[in-house]
């Protein structure tokens, strides 16, 4: 359990750190950078954390937008705060990672001002190119995650949910090559490529039926061919490929490539496939989720364990999962239904009073539930045990 004083003081930390995490927040929005090129955001972070008295490491794992600031006792238990800050290309913050970068910021630098009554370490990592680029595979792949005990985030959402899924996910990126011809005078001789490529849409959208619930399958052509008179000899699609385990990821994986290579046998063209992979499942860890949701409950919201009647996506915090115990809980920002991730109205939301104040109380609940986690031992070893069984 944590006491009333550690509480106290963490919120009075974060309260006290207020304006300057508010300006945090609108500076990152306010200047949206892709994937591994936040180095504006980078920036301010560690701006901010070098003016708290905290030592901030840079290019963690080839990163150069990547950070980590630690503090407290080594050799006790580590929990790491993560943050994130990249957008997404022509709408900006439409995730909130403005927002998920301010509470992180907050959650560790009020954490860290208790570390001396608790003993312990707490880790804030500054994780890059969430959208698409696996930022977090980077971290584990060179180390960041060694001897973590558990790892955090928040995510801005239009509901309050402490365990919502993440699918597994990959991309399938497609080239057909077949044989030009004029369209209007000789359309026999040619081979179409763009044919292939349209078909396997077709054929995609005809296995749907074998889709177990929770696979999603959504593409789009990137060429198309240069000019309608011309049999296209080269055309390409990309699709992403979601599930909620990696079985059946793998699974429909398979039925995707059946269908591309079965279009091309089709039309006599040929067809390469490149997978790039993506993000494992979420593994929510219900020991720490439940020990947030009553931290967050403490500041005023009552949040569901789990929401089956909202979609998921996919994030690289499901990796993490799989390498340390790890909760990823969703706070709202809008109104239920008002608006979703990647939706400009989002975008909008994440610039709020309203924001702000939701990252405001995750902090306060992640920062709570990460102190509670260095100084209870048997809330370490309920998360490690979850953790393990899942392995299982």
Request: proline share 3%.
């Amino acid at each position: 359990m944590l006491s009333f004083e550690l509480a106290r003081a963490i919120d009075e930390t974060i309260d006290r750190e207020r304006p300057a995490l508010a300006k945090l927040s609108h500076d990152i929005h306010s200047n949206p950078e892709l994937r591994f090129a936040e180095h504006k955001a980078a920036a301010w972070i560690a701006e901010l954390l070098r003016a708290r008295g905290c030592e901030v490491e840079h290019g963690l794992a080839g990163m150069p937008t990547a950070l980590r600031a630690k503090k407290g006792k080594v050799g006790g238990p580590k929990v790491a705060i993560l943050g994130e800050y990249d957008a997404l290309p022509e709408i900006g913050h439409a995730c909130g990672h403005n927002l998920i970068a301010a509470s992180a910021v907050g959650a560790f630098l009020a954490a860290a001002a208790v570390t001396d009554r608790t003993g312990g370490e707490v880790v804030f990592l500054g994780t890059p190119a969430e959208e698409g680029g696996g930022g977090k595979i980077k971290l584990i792949e060179g180390g960041a995650f060694d001897g973590i005990d558990a790892a955090m985030m928040f995510h801005p959402f239009d509901r309050d949910v402490l365990a919502h899924p993440a699918l597994a996910s990959l991309w399938l990126a497609m080239t057909f090559r077949g044989a030009p011809a004029h369209a209007a005078a000789a359309p026999h001789d040619g081979k179409s490529a763009l044919q292939a490529c349209l078909d396997t849409f077709r054929l995609i959208d005809g296995q749907r039926v074998r889709f177990r619930d929770g696979v999603r399958v959504h593409g789009y052509v990137t060429n198309g061919g240069q000019a309608v008179n011309v049999i296209p000899e080269l055309a390409s699609c990309e699709f992403s490929v979601r599930a909620r385990d990696t079985n059946e990821l793998a699974r429909v994986r398979g039925i995707v490539e059946r269908c591309a290579k079965a279009a091309a046998l089709a039309s006599e063209v040929e067809v390469d496939l490149v997978v790039r992979q993506g993000y494992r499942d979420m593994r929510n860890n219900m020991a720490i989720a439940r020990a947030f949701g009553a931290h967050l409950g403490s500041l005023g919201r009552q949040a569901r364990e789990t929401d089956e009647r909202v979609g998921a996506g996919s994030t690289d915090m499901g990796d993490v999962s799989h390498v340390v115990p790890s909760i990823h809980p969703y706070l709202a920002i809008v109104g239920e239904n008002e608006a979703l991730c990647h939706q400009r109205a989002f975008a909008t939301a994440a610039a709020t009073e309203r924001g702000l104040s939701t990252a405001l109380a995750a902090a306060k609940a992640l920062a709570r539930t990460a102190v509670e986690l260095l100084v209870d031992e048997q809330l370490r070893a309920s998360a490690r045990a979850e953790w393990d069984d899942h392995r299982a």
